[in-house]
Nanobody, 124 residues
Framework: QVQLVESGGGLVQAGGSLRLSCSWSGRTGSVGGMGWFRQAPGKEREFVSAINWIGRRKLYTDTVKGRFAISRDNTNHTLHLQMNNLKPEDTAVYFC?????????????????WGHGTQVTVSS
């Protein structure tokens, strides 16, 4: 089994920045591609960004392109999401997901493990 723990969420004003982290432990050899998803109140969980095992292929949803950057440190078992120029519509609980496959993926069903989420609130 793999455990994922997110951190770094908080309250920030519009235009500000946050850096989310996701640490993984347990069967670390089972962790391949990873991603960030978010769920705003009253909405379904949606894809934000993903990265493959090596870290060279990165995917972003259109609304965060140019503002968010995903990265990973496989040595220290940590995934990051740098979020700049935050907007009120970025307010959501952000979840880290891990797949046993190596690819980066936009589809929630491709992820085998999930963290419990970290709240990001952007005030206007």
């Amino acid at each position: 089994q793999v455990q994922l723990v997110e951190s770094g969420g908080g309250l920030v004003q519009a235009g500000g920045s946050l850096r989310l982290s996701c640490s993984w432990s347990g069967r670390t050899g089972s962790v391949g591609g990873m991603g960030w998803f978010r769920q705003a109140p009253g909405k379904e969980r949606e894809f934000v960004s993903a990265i493959n095992w090596i870290g060279r292929r990165k995917l972003y949803t259109d609304t965060v392109k140019g503002r968010f950057a995903i990265s990973r440190d496989n040595t220290n078992h940590t995934l990051h999401l740098q979020m700049n120029n935050l907007k009120p519509e970025d307010t959501a609980v952000y979840f880290c997901g891990a797949s046993e496959g190596e690819a980066a993926d936009r589809l929630e069903r491709e992820y085998d493990y999930w963290g419990h989420g970290t709240q990001v609130t952007v005030s206007s």
